[in-house]
């Protein structure tokens, strides 16, 4: 009995393994992650130039995604599709859980880079998700264990609550985006819920040694090897007749007061 006490009460084994299992982790999921930009209704182009709407996400200062119009081109399109998270974790370091890592996430009107004056309405789409080492969707692990803080919202920002669920937020940003303009955050930072590595199966067995043979206890982490995905989507629509406007491109009723302010109906 003394062999098995030893191995599931190791201070040293309990921390080797859950060192693993955080490597493991964040291996696989910094590869997952993505910014992507979808646009707008082709059935409105005949109403404005849409195609001189330009969108940007920024990820902690950078540009990570964008799409704009090229000017004097024939429906030429200037994009990037970039990644989430590539700089999370500083280099040589690993995923820490529990540890809130900087995620300032926010928009810009970017068609000031074509030389155009299209303001904008926006609207963004937050997933999050788990994957499992075959990259199938994990059913029965919540995703607010990926917690992507949310920042700015009443005041900025409005959760479209009707329309969101445990994987997807959705939000308005309540103001019109200038051309040029950066909005004001709507995350700034996201955290790895640290109960994942406490979810073991641990399977009882025997070993030889000596001529003698000893009860084993194996700990294996349930979720180990599994990836988080975040992914932001941004959809923009011109700030003439908002409101018919995000009937066609969203399927969303909202309101716009006199003063530009963007509201749910």
Known sequence: MSIFKKIITSKVFTAVAFTAAAGLLIFSSV??????LTYYSENYTSRVQMYDIGVTIVENGRNISYRNYVPNSNYVWDQYRGQLLQY???????????????????????????????????????????????????TDLDPD??????????????????ASSPERTVLYY???????????????????????ATKV??????????????????????????????????????????????????GRPISIAEDGTLSLK
Not at 31 to 36: E, F, I, L, P, S
Not at 187 to 195: K, M, R, S, Y
Not at 231 to 245: R, T
């Open 174 to 196: 309540n103001k019109l985006l200038k051309v040029g303009e950066t909005s004001p955050a709507f995350a700034d930072t996201i955290t790895v819920n640290g109960i994942i």
């Open 88 to 138: 999370m974790i500083p280099e040589g370091e690993e995923l820490k859980l529990d540890v809130a890592y900087p995620e300032n996430l926010s928009i810009i009107n970017s068609g000031m880079e074509n030389g155009t004056s299209i303001d904008t309405y926006s609207r963004v789409i937050i997933y999050k998700y788990w994957l499992d080492k075959d990259g199938k969707k994990i």
């Open 31 to 36: 590869g997952g992650t993505q910014a992507a």
């Open 201 to 250: 199966t641990q399977t009882e067995g025997t070993r030889s040694e000596n001529g003698k043979t000893y009860r084993t206890l194996t700990t294996t982490y349930d979720y180990d090897g599994i990836q988080f995905i975040l992914e932001a989507v941004v959809n923009s629509i011109q700030n003439h007749n908002a409101e018919k406007a995000a009937m066609s491109v969203w």
């Open 145 to 162: 264990l990926i917690d992507l803080h949310l920042v700015n919202i009443g005041t900025d920002w409005i959760i479209d609550t009707a």
